[in-house]
C-alpha cells in the first residue's frame, strides 16, 4: 500500500486525480446521450419510443469509449509511480550500508518535487535520484548533437528539470550534491552517460552506479542522521 513519503506516492495520486476526471467525464458524455434517448421515449409516439431510447443508450455507450480511449495523462502518472516505487524498492536497499534514504519529498516554494533522496554514509554529500519511466521500444536513450534524446525525442529540459532540483537542494542543506536520473525500463547508450553534469543510468546498474561515489570516505551515523532529519524538515512530503 502506498503512504505519504513512499516512493511514487504523489505521483499516484495525481493518477488517481487525472482518472476520476476521465471517469466524470466519460460518465458525463454517456448520461447526456441517456438523457437524450430518455427524452425521446417520453415524446415519440409508439414503438419510436422505444427505438429513440435504445439509440441514445448506444449513442451514450459509443460516446463513452470514444471519450475513455482518447490520450490521457494519468496512464503516464501510472506508469510513473510504479517506475518511482520500483527505483525506491532498490535504494532502500542501501540502508543498511549506512545511507540515509528518502522519498518523494516537495521542493519548497515550488511544484516540483524530489523522487529520492540520498545521504552518503559519510554525511558528506547527497545524491539526488530521479526516476523516469522511458521504455518504449527500440528507443535508446543517448546524446546526440548537444541534447539528451530518448528515441526521436529531446529531453534535454528534463534533465535540467533535474540539475535544477539537484542544486535546490544543495542550497537549502549546503551539501555537495550530484544528480542522477535512473532509467526504468529503458536502453541508455552505453549503459550510462552524463548530461551537463547528470548522470544518466539504467535502473539496473544504479546501484552500483552509487557505489562509486566516494567509497573511500568514512562512514558516520551520527552525522548521516542529522542531514537526514533535516531534509525532513526542510522538504515536506510531497503530497
Known sequence: MFIP??????????AGRLLWKRVVEVGTWCGGAWAGGGVAFL???GSLSVASLAAGGAAGV?????????PSQWRSWLQGARAE???????NKLKREGWGVLHDRR????????DHVLVHPSGQFLVYVDTKAWHAKKAIIRVNRGSLMYGPWSQS?????????ASRLQEVTGLPTYAVIAVD?????????????VRVVESASLLQTLDSFSSRMLPCRDV????????????????
Open 185 to 197: 525500463g529503458g536502453k541508455v547508450n552505453g549503459g550510462n552517460l552524463i548530461f551537463r553534469d
Open 107 to 114: 521542493v519548497p516554494r515550488s511544484r516540483a518535487n524530489l
Open 224 to 239: 548521516v542522521d542529522t542531514v537526514t532529519r533535516n531534509i525532513r524538515r526542510d522538504f515536506a512530503v510531497a503530497r
Open 85 to 91: 516505487w520500483r527505483t525506491g524498492r532498490q535504494l
Open 157 to 165: 529540459s528534463k534533465a535540467e528539470t533535474v540539475a535544477w532540483e
Open 62 to 70: 459509443t460516446l463513452g469509449a470514444w471519450r475513455w480511449r482518447r
Open 5 to 14: 513519503g513512499q516512493a511514487g506516492y504523489s505521483a499516484l495520486r495525481q
Open 43 to 45: 415524446v415519440a409516439p
